[in-house]
């Protein structure tokens, strides 16, 4: 099974920016609704933001008006831009699709850490 490869990650101080990448290299791809997923420390894993098929977004209050996802059928990648950024959005950030045929790609995150 293919897996999601999340890159962009990495350590920045409280109101930076940072852009994450996905490549979900898989055919069911442009018709999926994808998703960008964080896990911090001790907590389970949480839906943040996603996006359907034909580009629209979805978000988590919490990130609204900060976050930004996008997604490029043709390269089968999925964005995440983070503006203002906040200590509690220190987490691994994955994405995978939304449909149970995303379930086996999982891929090992990519880590945010945000200093104040």
């Known amino acids: 099974q293919v897996r999601a490869v999340e890159s962009g990650g990495g350590l920045v101080q409280v109101g930076g920016s940072l852009r994450l990448s996905c490549v979900a290299s898989?055919?069911?791809?442009?018709?999926?609704?994808m998703g960008w997923y964080r896990q911090a420390p001790g907590k389970q894993r949480e839906l943040i933001a996603s996006?359907?098929?034909?580009?629209?977004?979805n978000y988590v209050d919490s990130v609204k008006g900060r976050f930004t996802i996008s997604r490029d059928a043709s390269k089968k990648s999925v964005y995440l831009q983070m503006n203002n950024l906040k200590p509690e959005d220190t987490a691994v950030y994955f994405c995978?699709?939304?449909?149970?045929?995303?379930?086996?790609?999982w891929g090992q995150g990519t880590q945010v850490i945000v200093s104040s």
């Open positions: 995978n699709g939304l449909e149970p045929g995303w379930s086996n790609s």
């Open positions: 898989r055919s069911i791809f442009t018709i999926s609704t």
């Open positions: 996006i359907n098929n034909i580009g629209t977004p």
